[in-house]
Nanobody, 121 residues
Framework: QVQLVESGGGLVQAGGSLRLSCAASTRTFRSYDMGWYRQVPGKEREFVAS????????YYEDSVKGRFSISRDNAQNTVYLQMNSLKPEDTAIYYC??????????????WGQGTQVTVSS
């Protein structure tokens, strides 16, 4: 079982920046691929960014490329999402995700409670 706790959300003006953090309570943090997702009311949760467990390869949803950056600190069991040049359409609840190795069944997905990000125009 992995517990994830997000922090760093808040209200910011368009063009501003926020840094989200996600602290994981596990001794095997290095074995999880980590990701950020977001959701607005009435819509499905969508992928934002991810970072692989071993090589640190990153992936981004097209609309955040060049503005958001995901990173991880394995010594601190923490993953970050640096969000720059924020837009009103980035407003959502942001969720942290930890996923076990997809090549080993069963695959486990863990989610945080979410943190609200609101971007005013």
């Amino acid at each position: 079982q992995v517990q994830l706790v997000e922090s760093g959300g808040g209200l910011v003006q368009a063009g501003g920046s926020l840094r989200l953090s996600c602290a994981a309570s596990t001794r095997t943090f290095r074995s999880y691929d980590m990701g950020w997702y977001r959701q607005v009311p009435g819509k499905e949760r969508e992928f934002v960014a991810s970072i692989s467990r071993s090589s640190g390869v990153t992936y981004y949803e097209d609309s955040v490329k060049g503005r958001f950056s995901i990173s991880r600190d394995n010594a601190q069991n923490t993953v970050y999402l640096q969000m720059n040049s924020l837009k009103p359409e980035d407003t959502a609840i942001y969720y942290c995700n930890a996923r076990s190795d997809v090549q080993i069944e069963p695959v486990y997905d863990y989610w945080g409670q979410g943190t609200q990000v609101t971007v005013s125009s």
